[in-house]
């Protein structure tokens, strides 16, 4: 979260990106970059390139982040809008969220897991072919720290999937903004509102394919060795790809499922003033009032067939789409990348 605080809606998102994120890390790497250039550039290509590939992302993600914190802070502006709200997830925001411990814990935790494997006698011996020969080396541990930064970063996506969660599942309990959401079918505080915060979460959260070549090549380079830290690289790689899936999974499911029961509620409540309605145009003698009845039975039927058909799906068409071609180029293009490389290398 402190990469928003130091965000002060600036114009061009993609500069500011660049100042935090890959400035700091060039400044701190230049004597390596200097001491170690030629050798450097002399890299097979796999794994120069997975390295760029890599060093993409230090911009993407930082630029993704603060994108992603202007569309959370519209939807909450948006939800807290609707009648019956009762500011509900701003309160989420506040205590679940901005002042909740579990957000460090987990970056934390997250950024030594990724650090850890380059701590580890497997890693160290991969990072020796990279010019940083180990705890006496001061470059080593420059590069240690850089990735420790970038872990921070990459650690935002997941905490993104948390506050979502946890957004989502408190404007799904509150039934007036559920309704609301519902009734407004073609409107901009509809269902699709929460679709999109979804499908952009899942989409933002796909850049992290950008690593996977890297990732690759450090597999490759230390699968023989005896500690199987090659394995947890492979761990790593297979739980970032269930998160998508199980993210995307568990969000519909949520909004589908309390969509649906607010549906159905709306549906009876129609349904029982359509049988009072009928009831007293039953008893009625007065013409007028029975024409008035009529009309009120018409429209009930028509709000009946239209409420029937309500889609409870948080998730358009084109949204499906948006995250499809989203983790599609994502993980496509460094593929097809590295792919191309272990071609050309043969």
Same mark, same amino acid.
């Given at each position: ?27 701190? %790497?230049? &004597? /390596? *970059?200097?001491?170690? !250039?030629?050798? $450097? ?8 390139? @997975? #390295? ?7 911009? %993407?993600? &930082? /630029? *993704?982040?603060?994108? !992603?914190?202007? $569309? ?8 807290? @809008? #609707? ?264």
């Amino acid at each position: 979260m402190w990469i928003h605080n130091l965000y002060k809606s600036p114009k061009k998102k993609w500069l500011f990106a660049f100042l935090i994120s890959d400035v700091p890390m060039l400044l701190v %790497l230049t &004597p /390596y *970059l200097v001491t170690y !250039w030629n050798l $450097l550039w002399a890299y097979p290509i796999p794994r120069l390139v @997975s #390295i760029l590939l890599a060093g993409f992302w230090t911009w %993407l993600g &930082p /630029y *993704l982040i603060l994108r !992603w914190h202007t $569309l959370f802070e519209k939807f909450l502006s948006e939800i807290d @809008s #609707i009648t019956g709200s009762d500011k509900t997830v701003w309160n989420v925001y506040q205590t679940k969220i901005r002042h909740s411990a579990y957000t460090k814990i987990i970056s934390v935790t997250w950024t030594l897991a990724v650090v850890s494997i380059l701590l580890l006698p497997s890693g160290r011996q991969n990072l020796a072919t990279y010019y940083l020969y180990g705890f006496c080396d001061i470059n080593y541990w420059i590069f240690i720290i850089c990735v420790a930064y970038i872990a921070q970063f990459t650690s935002s996506f997941i905490l993104f999937m948390i506050y979502s969660y946890f957004i989502i599942n408190a404007v799904m309990d509150k039934e007036a903004v559920v309704s609301h959401l519902l009734q407004n079918a073609g409107k901009h505080t509809s269902m699709p509102l929460i679709g999109d915060l979804i499908a952009r979460t899942a989409v933002y959260f796909s850049s992290g394919f950008f690593f996977f070549p890297v990732m690759t090549v450090f597999y490759l380079e230390t699968q023989d060795v005896t500690f199987n830290t090659s394995a947890a690289v492979f761990i790593l790689m297979g739980m970032f790809v269930a998160l998508i899936g199980v993210y995307l999974g568990i969000m519909n499911w949520i909004v589908c499922e309390r969509a649906q029961a607010s549906k159905d509620r709306i549906l009876e409540t129609l349904e029982t003033k359509l049988r009072q309605t009928e009831i007293r145009s039953m008893h009625c003698k007065d013409i007028n009032k029975k024409i008035l009845y009529t009309l009120s039975k018409q429209d009930l039927r028509q709000q009946i067939s239209e409420a029937s058909k309500i889609c409870i799906s948080p998730l358009e068409t084109n949204q499906y789409l948006k995250i499809a071609y989203g983790v599609l180029l994502s993980a496509v293009l460094p593929a097809v990348t590295s792919f191309l490389l272990d071609m050309m290398s043969l």
